[in-house]
């Protein structure tokens, strides 16, 4: 099974919604803050990007000081736990690989950036996590509805509160 950054997101936001997208039920791409979010991702770092692919998962990186940093950009920082897991799992791809990085979550409209450092800790966790999202995405219904306070925004919402 392909695991990808999106995913990790996901299992860390609500394990419903990734249940969904393992579905292909893509509503993000019609979801108002998905469009914002994609402008904003595309106004950011302009000059020193570039998108690296790295199996399944796109990675946004800026060389910087012989290092690669991956840089994940977010609208907000309302989920700011997935995102430092998304970001910490292209940096555990990156180390499979045999690559030094260093990460940063960064927050253009709040004009904030967080560095992020995968930690021995981290790469348990992140196995972990491997494993449960196999076992999320095999469930033949989905996981039951959590009330979470992003629930209102989320592109899925009609599936859990209708």
Known sequence: ???????????????RELWFFSRNLNFDFENDDMLIGRIIHGESFERDWKE??????????????GKIRVIEIKKSSKLEEPAKWQLKYYLYLLRE???????????????????????????????????????????ETPPKAEKKPYCKRCAYRDFCWV
Do not use: H, W
């Open 97 to 139: 690989a045999g690559v030094e990085s260093e990460g940063v979550v960064s927050y253009p409209n709040e004009g904030r950036l967080e560095r992020v450092e995968l930690t021995e800790e981290d790469v348990k966790t992140l196995e972990r996590t491997f494993k449960d999202i196999e076992r999320v995405i095999s469930l």
């Open 1 to 15: 099974m392909k695991i990808t950054g999106v995913m990790v997101q996901y299992y860390f936001t609500c394990k």
């Open 52 to 65: 690296v692919f790295l199996g399944d998962a796109r990675l946004d990186v800026v060389k910087r000081r």
